[in-house]
């Protein structure tokens, strides 16, 4: 069955940095798309990052253009997500998000199949 594991996430300071990794298993992980998304506490569920199958286009939110970068390790199975300077409202439950196409979806209301349990960010002086 598919499985997306994240790891790397903690506590950070404010203009810090953490990566966040997202082990996937139980699909060909080289075929899709895959994100980050994230919910903040009382707040909806932002998408953060995305990339194609072979990781040839990205997508960020605008808030985190510059400070993130999206990567992945097709020969791995693995996603990442690097996070520098990071700021307070940063601080989020972050999910590993497998995309249903090889491109990732940037329109509004498209579907995904199968999410990670996810993983908690803090940003705290």
């Known amino acids: 069955q598919v499985q997306l594991v994240e790891s790397g996430g903690g506590l950070a300071q404010p203009g810090g940095s953490l990566r966040l990794s997202c082990a996937a298993s139980?699909?060909?992980?080289?075929?899709?798309?895959m994100s980050w998304a994230r919910q903040a506490p009382g707040k909806g569920l932002e998408w953060v990052s995305g990339?194609?199958?072979?990781?040839?286009?990205?997508f960020y939110l605008d808030s985190v253009k510059g400070r993130f970068t999206i990567s992945r390790d097709n020969a791995k199975n693995t996603l990442y997500l690097q996070m520098n300077s990071l700021k307070p409202e940063d601080t989020a439950l972050y999910y590993c998000?497998?995309?249903?196409?090889?491109?990732?979806?940037?329109?509004?209301?498209?579907?995904?199949?199968?999410w990670g349990q996810g993983i908690q960010v803090t940003v705290s002086s």
């Open positions: 990339i194609d199958s072979d990781g040839s286009g990205t």
């Open positions: 998000v497998k995309e249903l196409r090889a491109h990732y979806c940037s329109a509004p209301g498209c579907l995904r199949d199968y």
């Open positions: 139980g699909f060909t992980f080289s075929s899709y798309a």
